[in-house]
């Protein structure tokens, strides 16, 4: 398949193993979304003040927030179908039971809130395991479209599910909404349980989970664009967070509309997202990523910005189409980017952190424009999230977000120091390293520089207290130190390192004078009363492999 075909809105579908889930999962989201419309519903039989309505969304989307980031870490280090086999199964004895307990008339308050919470604990640990997966179903060219079908599949079941949860709900009550869902997972779980992931290299031990989120957590700190996507995604859920907080008194009382309007307008919302889902990959062929989000969000702010002011019914859906085109352009963009610069053994735990950030935004976004219109009137807070919408597009000047073309970050192929012999066992540390260059007083200013950037990877990737120094006595002497709490830490950083990484990696070592030896590379492991000729390893180079060929250079040197 040409590089054309890979741009395809629905190229990614061809692959049956995505296909498979794609569609599973189109089932399981429209499930999901008639639950909650039937818990909703529900509760306004059984408790029907504001704040226990707005408690079952608030139990649905708070396990995301709780849980976004180890979610991601458990899905980095573990086996992600074993993790979204579980995940599924949780929801599905979580949705029986809410079932069963509400067709014998059993069902509570509190026990809805707590089912709905079950589920959306499901979900939260589910989700990064799936999105970290996509790259085990297609190709990398296709990666792009992956993600933005997954965006238009939830979309989709927005669209429509929530009139179909309502049918079913005046039919055959809320019930009758849960036994439907609890159905929708177990086309999935068959799914996946046929579905045989891609084994992965297990070099190392696996980290703690308390260290991969750490490492997760460092990793976007160190990476600029990555953290510039998380800062705009924060502020596109706080600026967009206005109309999805406040569709029901824009349906209410700018519409003068009621609960059949207010189902028009998720519809016209959802119904602009599917377009925007479907738009997106021709619009991406034609902007760069920078462009598209910025555009996306000016179109959300413009929607925003008129909405306030009470249009008739048909004017009000399609402005609210086109801010659910924009939402879901901006969203799945700046998602596209995430995954496509962050490589394997990371990507779960920066997609999670991306969805925090974004439903952080959504949440902190949703209470104050809610405060907006207490205290002044709903004009005000919509084209307040409007000027916040604007303020979101324009930093993309000194925040800018991954681009689709990133450079290679499949791991570069090193030489494994862990199969030497002597070589400490991965519990054992500290671990201090320290590599000594012999640089032209000419090159100093340019080898500081491209030392700052190589530190920057090394603490990326797992390095603690990284320092450069000079000898005053000695201008030609540096030495680079830096720490690891283990050596199988120390291990994993070095299996982290990218082709991406190799140009900074050669700068530095292009400017050490090779007339007088190489880098000289000590690696230091703490000493105990037990230790041996393993506590300490020394070598002036490391090589690794380059297109199967040993090359003399030195990994921690370059």
Known sequence: MNESQSHRTWAPLRFGSFRAIWLASLVSNFGSVIQTVGASWLMTTLDPRATMVALVLSATTLPILMLAVMAGAIADIGDRRIIMLTAQYAMLGAAIALATLTLLGFITPWSLLVLTFVIGCGTAIYAPSWQASVGDHVPRPYIAGAVALNSMNTNLARTAAPAIGGMIVALVGSQGAFVLNAFTYVGLIIVLTRWRSPPREAQFPPEPLGTAVAAGLRYVRETPSLMAAMLRGLLLGAGGSAIWGLMPLIARDLIGGDATVYGFVLGAFGSGAVVGALAGTRIRRSLSHEHTVGSAMMVYALASAMIAFGWPLLPSLTILAFAGFGWVVAVSTMMIGVQMASPRWVVGRTMSLFQMALLGGVAAGAWGWGQVAQAIDLQSAFLASA?????????????????????????????????????????????????????????????????????RIRRRDGAQRWALFRDPADPESWVERFEFRTWGDYMRQRHRLTVADRETLEAVRGFHDFGQGDPLVRRLVAWTAVSDSKAEAVAPTDPYLDDGNIVSDGLDGR
Do not use: C, K, N, W
């Open 387 to 455: 000027a916040v919408m604007i303020l979101a597009a324009f930093t993309g000047f000194i925040l800018p977000l991954p681009q689709p073309l990133m450079p290679e970050l499949s791991p570069l192929r090193i030489f494994d120091l862990a199969s030497e012999a002597g070589a400490p066992l991965p519990f054992r540390g500290p671990v201090i390293i320290s590599v000594s260059y012999r640089i032209p007083s000419t090159s100093a200013h340019a080898f500081a520089a491209a030392m700052a950037e190589r530190g």
